[in-house]
Nanobody, 119 residues
Framework: QVQLVESGGGLVQAGGSLRLSCASS?????MGWFRQAPGKERDFVAA????????DYADSVKGRFTISRDNAKNTVYLQMNSLKPEDTAVYYC???????????????WGQGTQVTVSS
């Protein structure tokens, strides 16, 4: 059983930056970040393969967000720059063998961390 714990969320002004971290209790494979705003579905943000050489991003965050991982620390990161009010959501870390851009590809989830971007 893999446990994931996110950290790094908070309140930031538009144009600012935040760095989210996700610590895993064990070895993981594909890692992903999703986000969910109130009343909306959980949406894909970014994913990274085991080696870190393969990444994927939602169009809405390309060029602003960067996903990375440190396998020695069992940790994945999401650097978020040029934040916009529409980035406000609960951000979830996920791990899975299949991965991809849909939640069904991930079997393990963190508890989420709130990101709020003020205008």
């Amino acid at each position: 059983q893999v446990q994931l714990v996110e950290s790094g969320g908070g309140l930031v002004q538009a144009g600012g930056s935040l760095r989210l971290s996700c610590a895993s209790s064990g070895r993981t494979f594909t890692m992903g970040w999703f986000r969910q705003a109130p009343g909306k579905e959980r949406d894909f943000v970014a994913a990274i393969g085991w080696s870190g050489s393969t990444t994927d991003y939602a169009d809405s965050v390309k060029g602003r967000f960067t996903i990375s991982r440190d396998n020695a620390k069992n940790t994945v990161y999401l650097q978020m720059n040029s934040l916009k009010p529409e980035d406000t959501a609960v951000y979830y870390c996920a791990a899975g063998l299949e991965g991809g851009t849909y939640p069904r590809g991930y079997g393990y989830w963190g508890q989420g961390t709130q990101v709020t971007v003020s205008s």
